[in-house]
């Protein structure tokens, strides 16, 4: 495939997408040719100004113009590139475009989003096509879901094979979610009805192993091995775990896997449940959600 630069990355002026410019230009192999895309041309080379401040080399990456809703720009982008990566979310709004030059492309597509009726959309339009061409469209590169599917990967491969496995994750932080984050999360949760129709369709379509069981119920508990409450996460995690038992037999002929946020104290754990409720019920309000949006932070 002979294509002008080996990575792209589209939304490079965003607050993710700097930190992942920032990480490129000081860990890319020496000969790897990329490229920084965006909208705001002075944005771009403000950034790149940044960039060359700390790592010179970055002064003579090149700048693209691309705007995820220009498809000229992103299929021009997709063309140029062995691998398009893409920061710019909510991605159900913003993100299609992007999965849909690259399937058609022969392009390998990578993202941040934890949104799962993008991620099934994106399956049930685009992965036919991907198969054609050869791109594979990879989801959920960051935090949702990297250390999640890994983590789980690893576990696996350290318990016998061709046995019913019974995993539970457990996440602890106290980082804060950048802005981007919590638009997309409130975009998410605004849209109930429609990621159920797409989770639908995808499993209308997605093939599924039939003589093995794979399941991610939710519940709430107590967990002594870990010392705290477990209160179940609403995020792609157990669906990404799942889709990579589904591919694995390594995870053997019955496998589960449970997804927690890990509480000490019980009533911030109320406290927790509380707060997303309240947040799920102010998202299905469009004035309030606008409202929100317009206030987060980067």
Known sequence: MDRTYDIVLVGATGFVGALTADYLARHVPDGCRWALAGRNAESLRALRNRLAESVPSAADVPLLHVDVHDPATVREAARSTRVLATTVGPYVQHGLGAVAACADAGTDYVDLTGEPEFVDTAYVRHHARALETGARLVHACGFDSVPHDLGVQFTVEQLPEGVPLRIDGFVRTNAAPSGGTLASTLTALSRGRQTIRAARERRQVEPWPSD?????????????????????????????????????????????????????????????????????????LPAARRWISGRLAP
Do not use: C, K
């Open 212 to 284: 093995r069981r794979i399941s991610t119920p939710v519940g709430a508990r107590f967990a002594p091995e870990v010392g705290a409450w477990a209160l179940p996460l609403p995020t792609i995690d157990p669906q990404v775990v799942s889709r990579s038992a589904a591919a694995l037999d390594s995870y053997g002929p019955d496998f589960r896997y449970r997804h927690f946020a890990a509480v000490r104290r019980l009533p911030v754990a109320i406290g927790a449940v509380a707060g997303v409720a309240g947040v799920a019920a102010v998202a299905q």
